[in-house]
């Protein structure tokens, strides 16, 4: 199976099972489009050299040949090696890596977007203990088995709202590391009001990962971030964020920002971030009720893919200029694609992956919290609806979905987000149509930025000689 698109000037074929990428001139591309086609290879020379008045019989002969090469190679129309083991691994057990620690169900924010019911999740107001944080991160210790490194992400609603809370959980997890033999990377997500010099110095003294809340240009943000009593908060925000980035030095960080059908042209509100120097930028479009007037539509698509294409050509420019910054979403790996297990078990929802609220209760994730048809559990008495966890665990992977199989982006995805899924068909294994298109322009995007940066490396490297 291949993927062909023209993109930014370029060519490009991938192989799909292969995950190898092809740069290639018009002639090759309509070419390998007709060997695709199964088309007779004398018709294929007759097509071409009708469509191309220079191209020769040899011309031709010799492309087909580099494609015959190629496909021993088991570079193109490679087969997926596998889709034999992928059913056997779905069923392994694993163990737990990461938790989400709802450290504040509440906010000193109203957003109008927010999944999370306003900070409260569906008026389950709350603020963890620290009794209730040490005992989540015990659970999540008891539950690693061997497994060293462990994450652990502040989150709420909130989190600054619990701030000391949060700092006594990591001198926890220190002590943790010591006695148990493991190593906590902790992540701080915050809408950034209470980011102050003790933030700051905590942060970035032990947390490996801060999240920044943030939707881009001042009227963007302002629409939909809102403060309790209705203002916008980017003045409240924006120093605090510059001050933090600035102080983490080469620690990790982003800024994560949220579109909707208000901000259409959100690659302004990408490149804006990166201006402000917030260099590590992401965004994501909205999932919500159809219904409300932010909702994004099916027929907002070729807008957001353009948006998705201008964002990648003025990244490529900036790097060019020695200006660059990163765009999550584009920072594909080429070189080993994600691994078997990844495209099989994702992120890891309800398996590896689990939230924590104020009062000790588990979810498969954070987008699930506050949905009782989703409570798995607690910190105490551990997993007690295994037949949850076993749905999670079981759930249809790129290898037995029937849209995955066909899809070209499935060597880089998997399956898509359960939450999603499930907030937009009531099932999680249903994929989500409209985020799965962002995906595929998403990834297509990524794919030609790294070839673009090959042609990059390459100019530089002729220009030296
Ligand atoms: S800051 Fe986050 S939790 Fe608070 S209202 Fe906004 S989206 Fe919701
Ligand atoms: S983008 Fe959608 S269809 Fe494609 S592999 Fe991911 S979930 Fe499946
Ligand atoms: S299901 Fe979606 S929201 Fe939940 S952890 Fe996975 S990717 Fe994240």
């Known amino acids: ?185 902790f992540t701080l997500t915050t809408n950034g009001v209470l980011i102050d010099d003790d933030v700051i110095d905590f942060t970035n003294r032990e947390m490996g990962n801060v999240v920044l809340s943030l939707d881009g240009r001042r009227s963007t943000h302002d629409r939909m971030r809102h403060s309790k009593d209705g203002q916008g908060t980017y003045d409240m925000i924006v120093e605090n964020f510059k001050r933090l980035a600035k102080a983490r030095g080469d620690r990790q960080y982003y800024v994560r920002g949220t579109y909707t059908a208000y901000n259409k042209d959100f690659a302004a509100d990408v490149i804006h971030m990166a201006d402000l120097g917030l260099t590590e930028t992401s965004i994501e479009p909205v999932v919500s009720d159809p219904d409300v007037d932010y909702a994004l539509h099916e027929e907002d698509l070729p807008q957001l893919f353009n948006e998705y294409e201008k964002l990648a050509v003025e990244m490529l420019k900036r790097e060019k200029e020695g200006d660059p910054f990163t765009f999550y979403h584009y920072t594909v790996d080429l070189e080993g694609g994600p691994c078997i297990y990844k495209r099989v078990a994702g992120c890891g929802v309800g398996t590896e992956y689990l939230a924590v609220t104020p009062t000790g209760d588990l979810y498969p994730c954070h987008q699930f919290v506050g949905d009782d048809d989703f409570k798995v559990g607690d910190i105490w008495n551990g997993i007690t609806e295994t037949q949850i966890i076993d749905e999670f665990r079981n759930r249809n992977n790129v290898y037995t979905k029937d849209e995955c199989r066909k899809c070209f982006a499935r060597l880089y995805c998997s399956g898509g987000c359960c939450a999603n899924n499930y907030h937009s068909n009531g099932d999680i294994n249903k994929v989500y149509k409209f985020g799965c298109e962002l995906h595929r322009k998403r990834i297509e995007c990524a794919i030609m930025m790294k070839v673009a940066e090959e042609d990059m490396k390459q100019e530089k490297a002729e220009a030296s000689k």
């Open 1 to 185: 199976m291949i993927h062909q698109y023209k993109l930014n000037g370029y060519n490009i074929v991938i192989d799909v099972n292969s995950g190898s990428v092809h740069s290639v001139d018009d002639v090759a591309y309509d070419i390998i489009a007709l060997v695709d086609q199964s088309v007779p290879r004398t018709e294929i020379s007759d097509r071409i050299m009708a469509k191309y008045p220079d191209v020769t019989e040899e011309d031709v002969a010799e492309t087909l040949e580099d494609i015959d090469h190629l496909t021993e190679e088991k570079l193109l129309f490679s087969e997926d090696p596998f889709e034999e083991v992928a059913g056997t691994l779905k069923m392994k057990q694993s163990v737990l890596k990461a938790i989400c620690l709802h450290v504040a169900h509440g906010c000193n924010m109203d957003c109008r977007y927010c999944f999370a019911g306003k900070g409260d999740y569906n008026n389950k107001k709350g603020i963890m203990s620290l009794e209730v944080g040490k005992r989540a991160l015990d659970f999540l210790v008891e539950n690693s088995g061997s497994r060293k490194h462990l994450e652990v992400d502040f989150f709420g609603g909130e989190p600054l709202l619990n701030w000391d809370v949060c700092k006594e959980l990591v001198r926890y997890g220190r002590e943790l590391e010591k006695t148990h033999d493991k190593i906590f990377n």
